[in-house]
């Protein structure tokens, strides 16, 4: 006979596993039919969320369809909406003159005026050889030859000028075009290039960009607030021939001065972002990934969590427990109200601050004390148990945000930082080494930057690869893109 005890304990198992594999195929029809933003509209009315009620009596309330009769009256006063006319074209676009005469003979017509129609036209890339001529001079006394200083290149003895080299950066790092699309396209211009050419043009540009890269790191690690987030990407492995290695992008936001570091490292663990942090000190924001708790103990480091991983958790438990896992998400809505006021309103620091602690800490207060009752009452390894979990393990963490107005209530803004990359690695699939992936955080680094100050970044890499060679060493920190787009207005001005 098999004993009551070992009975309920295999009913229990089954069950936990029952739902576990319900929950992980709620997750891939999600993934394959779902939709993919995380808006979340609650089903049941604002009342019925109050911490008062028993999650066993909160019902889903079905809404009373009411058949409502009208006639539709067209004013015939009203006047008629007025046609906005066709999107002006840019000035700033040059124009190429068509003039088109009449048929008829018009001599001795007076003309009265004239009908101008304008199109957007386009041409394939136009390509063009810049020829540098520099007379050479004999002196009057026949002891030298005079001539003119060649303007440096920023890649000696190479074909492409810095117009070229910025295009192919960008089409690879903004519009995640291969190499080798770029090199077709080049194709139909009548310009054959192989692809190591290219790749040699694109670590050359990266060999003048090292020292400003540096000093880009130096000023985003010197912020007083930093996100940080990591995203993966395949790296072929030079080893093991067809395969691939992955490796890491940690990517580093600075929400104050909008800038954004790519740091690319071989593994995941603590070692990349511990290195990189070593003088670090302020506010650190980060996911639930158990390798930043070693920033707890830090000296001079206070680590505050993400509230949309959190809130991530109860949108994946909806299937498992909806009651419970809406007024979650209800409440959770309630906070990120205050943070959209706190955008539109354009509020300081210390305004913002003063917000959250009026409207948020109750909110907060008040989900906390249902997270700790409600934990009691569900399966740990149900979906519902888990989301509870993470967020109470992590709850001082997800409410630091609620004291300094300077802070974000989570880490979207990193998030969006790092889509390009995922765009891109759909495009050229893998870094072709290590150190190609290193040159790709470099220069990903250095986009997502110009992207944050609304800079071009084909003008800002064009003009930088123009210059950088023979800019003094102690201002080239003038070059990074924030300081580029000040100067640059400062002279336009002048």
Same mark, same amino acid.
């Given at each position: 006979?098999? =004993?009551?005890?070992?009975?309920?304990?295999?009913?229990?198992?089954?069950?936990?596993?029952?739902?576990? +594999?319900?929950?992980?195929?709620?997750?891939?029809?999600?993934?394959?039919?779902?939709?993919? !933003?995380?808006?979340?509209?609650?089903?049941?009315?604002?009342?019925?969320?109050?911490?008062?009620?028993?999650?066993?009596?909160?019902?889903?309330?079905? *809404?009373?369809?009411?058949?409502?009769?009208?006639?539709?009256?067209?004013?015939?006063?009203? #006047?008629?909406?007025?046609?906005?006319?066709?999107? =002006?074209?840019?000035?700033?676009? *040059?124009?190429?003159?068509?003039?088109?005469?009449?048929?008829?003979?018009?001599?001795?017509?007076?003309?009265?005026?004239?009908?101008?129609?304008?199109?957007?036209?386009?041409? %394939?890339?136009?390509?063009?050889?810049?020829?540098?001529?520099?007379?050479?001079?004999?002196?009057?006394?026949?002891?030298?030859?005079?001539?003119?200083?060649?303007?440096?290149?920023?890649? /000696?003895?190479?074909?492409?000028?810095?117009?070229?080299?910025?295009?192919?950066?960008?089409?690879?790092?903004?519009?995640?075009?291969?190499?080798?699309?770029?090199?077709?396209?080049?194709?139909?211009?009548?310009?054959?290039?192989?692809?190591?050419?290219?790749?040699?043009?694109?670590?050359?540009?990266?060999?003048?960009?090292? *020292?400003?890269?540096?000093?880009?790191?130096?000023?985003?690690?010197?912020?007083?607030?930093?996100?940080?987030?990591?995203? #993966?990407?395949?790296?072929?492995?030079? /080893?093991?021939?067809?395969?691939?290695?992955?490796?890491?992008?940690?990517?580093?936001?600075?929400?104050?001065?909008?800038?954004?570091?790519?740091?690319?490292?071989?593994?995941?663990?603590?070692?990349?972002?511990?290195?990189?942090?070593?003088?670090?000190?302020?506010? +650190?924001?980060?996911?639930?990934?158990?390798?930043?708790?070693?920033?707890?103990?830090?000296?001079?480091?206070?680590?505050?969590?993400?509230?949309?991983?959190?809130?991530?958790?109860?949108?994946?438990?909806? %299937? !498992?427990?909806?009651?419970?896992?809406?007024?979650?998400?209800?409440?959770?809505?309630?906070?990120?109200?205050?943070?959209?006021?706190?955008?539109?309103?354009?509020?300081? @620091?210390?305004?913002?601050?003063?917000?959250?602690?009026?409207?948020?800490?109750?909110?907060?207060?008040?989900?906390?004390?249902?997270?700790?009752?409600?934990?009691?009452?569900?399966? #740990?390894?149900?979906?519902?148990?888990?989301?509870?979990?993470?967020?109470?393990?992590?709850?001082?963490?997800?409410?630091?945000?609620?004291?300094?107005?300077?802070?974000?209530? /989570?880490? !979207?803004?990193?998030?969006?930082?790092?889509?390009?990359?995922?765009?891109?690695?759909?495009?050229?699939?893998?870094?072709?080494?290590?150190?190609?992936?290193?040159? @790709? @955080?470099?220069?990903?680094?250095?986009?997502?930057?110009?992207?944050?100050?609304?800079? !071009?970044?084909?003008?800002?890499?064009?003009?930088?690869?123009?210059?950088?060679?023979?800019? #003094?060493?102690?201002?080239?920190?003038?070059?990074?893109?924030?300081?580029?787009?000040?100067?640059?207005?400062?002279?336009?001005?002048?």
């Amino acid at each position: 006979m098999i =004993a009551e005890a070992e009975i309920k304990l295999t009913y229990d198992e089954l069950l936990h596993q029952n739902i576990q +594999l319900r929950h992980e195929l709620d997750q891939l029809k999600r993934i394959v039919f779902g939709q993919k !933003n995380e808006r979340f509209v609650p089903t049941f009315p604002e009342e019925q969320l109050s911490m008062g009620l028993e999650v066993a009596s909160i019902a889903v309330v079905s *809404p009373v369809l009411e058949t409502i009769s009208y006639t539709r009256r067209k004013e015939l006063s009203s #006047p008629a909406k007025l046609h906005q006319g066709r999107m =002006a074209l840019p000035a700033s676009l *040059p124009r190429e003159i068509v003039i088109i005469e009449p048929t008829e003979d018009v001599s001795g017509l007076k003309k009265i005026g004239e009908e101008i129609t304008e199109q957007l036209e386009a041409t %394939p890339m136009k390509l063009y050889v810049r020829r540098t001529i520099r007379p050479k001079y004999v002196k009057a006394t026949g002891e030298g030859i005079l001539i003119g200083s060649l303007p440096s290149m920023p890649i /000696d003895k190479c074909i492409a000028g810095p117009g070229l080299l910025a295009s192919i950066v960008i089409g690879k790092f903004i519009d995640h075009l291969p190499l080798y699309r770029q090199i077709e396209i080049f194709k139909r211009s009548g310009i054959t290039l192989s692809s190591s050419t290219v790749g040699d043009w694109i670590e050359g540009c990266c060999k003048l960009l090292t *020292p400003l890269y540096e000093v880009h790191r130096r000023e985003v690690l010197g912020a007083s607030y930093l996100q940080v987030d990591e995203s #993966p990407i395949k790296v072929l492995d030079k /080893d093991k021939k067809g395969s691939t290695h992955r490796g890491y992008h940690w990517v580093y936001h600075s929400p104050q001065d909008q800038l954004v570091l790519f740091d690319y490292r071989e593994g995941r663990g603590r070692e990349g972002p511990e290195e990189l942090l070593k003088e670090f000190k302020g506010y +650190l924001q980060s996911d639930g990934y158990e390798v930043y708790n070693s920033f707890d103990k830090r000296e001079g480091v206070t680590h505050l969590h993400c509230m949309a991983h959190a809130r991530r958790k109860f949108d994946e438990a909806l %299937p !498992n427990d909806k009651a419970r896992a809406e007024y979650v998400l209800s409440e959770m809505q309630k906070l990120y109200g205050v943070e959209r006021k706190i955008r539109e309103e354009g509020l300081n @620091a210390p305004e913002a601050k003063a917000v959250r602690q009026e409207e948020s800490l109750p909110v907060l207060r008040g989900l906390n004390a249902w997270l700790l009752e409600n934990y009691q009452q569900v399966l #740990p390894q149900s979906p519902i148990g888990k989301a509870i979990s993470y967020s109470l393990q992590r709850w001082e963490k997800l409410c630091v945000y609620a004291g300094d107005g300077r802070l974000q209530i /989570d880490n !979207n803004l990193v998030e969006n930082a790092i889509r390009p990359l995922a765009i891109g690695r759909k495009n050229y699939l893998f870094a072709g080494s290590h150190e190609g992936a290193r040159r @790709a @955080a470099m220069l990903y680094s250095f986009m997502a930057s110009c992207k944050k100050h609304d800079i !071009n970044p084909q003008h800002w890499l064009k003009d930088i690869l123009e210059s950088i060679a023979d800019w #003094p060493q102690k201002r080239i920190q003038e070059l990074l893109p924030h300081h580029w787009k000040k100067n640059t207005s400062a002279q336009r001005q002048n």
